[in-house]
């Protein structure tokens, strides 16, 4: 129903605009914004177990992109090697593997933004740099059978063709348990990425970027999270500020006495 009301209203504009309507009636239509999904990122403790555990994993190198600087799953399927740089430590999102209509297709960024340069942590470069060497091994062991598609993809099976996302669920589900860490969905790597960049002081100019988020909105929105024990040490430090030093006068809130209207 919301992806309907938004191809109205963007149709009626278009009408507005051509001086076919005088207004558009759809931008007086609201709807609930429904029942949202609870979601509980991984902790910091989390992250570290899902990490180790996946270093033995041949995906390691894209669960570190996932964790770190929350890579969509299209987003990693359609990675090129082209698109990294090692020696400077910097990948570019420039294109998404999809299932469409049954077929496995190169496609755009999600959005405009979703194009985009980030910085990769040195985790990600060795992580990468250990996904090329397995790359090399597999063609080599390969040989004719090597079926590469020509797109230079940064993951492929051990014939060299793409993977298929659902066997990327699939993967990171059985990761999630070895690691002992809650089954969380794979997209939810990327709500752990903006959240643990929160909680460590990154602004939500910072995080959008580097998520690719079409605006600021959703950043605050969706994906930065605050969780209990953050809201407990908050509520702590309160605490201590409204108990106060037993040292400090009483006044030095202001002049004793004086009569502030409210």
Not at 9 to 30: G, K, M, S, T
Not at 182 to 202: F, I, K, Y
Not at 209 to 225: A, W
Request: net charge positive.
């Amino acid at each position: 129903m919301r992806f309907l009301l938004v191809i109205m209203r963007a149709a009626l504009q278009h009408a507005v605009r051509e001086d076919e309507l005088p207004r558009n009636v759809a931008r007086n239509v609201e709807l609930s914004m429904g029942t949202k999904r609870e979601i509980e990122p991984l902790t910091a403790k989390e992250g570290r177990q899902l990490l180790t555990a996946a270093r033995d994993n041949r995906l390691w190198a894209a669960y570190e992109l996932a964790v770190r600087i929350g890579l969509r799953r299209g987003e990693l399927l359609g990675l090129r090697w082209s698109d990294v740089d090692l020696y400077e430590g910097v990948l570019t999102v420039r294109q998404a593997l999809q299932r469409v209509s049954g077929e496995l297709l190169i496609v755009a960024p999600k959005t405009q933004r979703s194009a985009r340069r980030v910085a990769l942590p040195s985790e990600c470069v060795t992580a990468l740099r250990a996904q090329r060497a397995q790359q090399t091994a597999d063609r080599k062991a390969a040989g004719h059978n090597w079926k590469g598609t020509g797109h230079g993809l940064v993951f492929t099976t051990k014939n060299g063709t793409p993977i298929e996302p659902r066997n990327l669920n699939r993967s990171f589900e059985a990761l999630c348990i070895r690691a002992d860490v809650r089954t969380v969905r794979l997209h939810d790597l990327r709500h752990s990425c903006a959240s643990l960049l929160h909680e460590q002081g990154a602004d939500a100019r910072m995080i959008m970027e580097v998520l690719g988020h079409s605006s600021i909105r959703v950043t605050m929105d969706i994906y930065t999270f605050v969780r209990l024990d953050s809201q407990r040490s908050a509520f702590d430090r309160v605490g201590d500020a409204l108990r106060g030093d037993d040292n400090r006068t009483d006044d030095d809130d202001g002049a004793a006495g004086v009569l502030v209207a409210v």
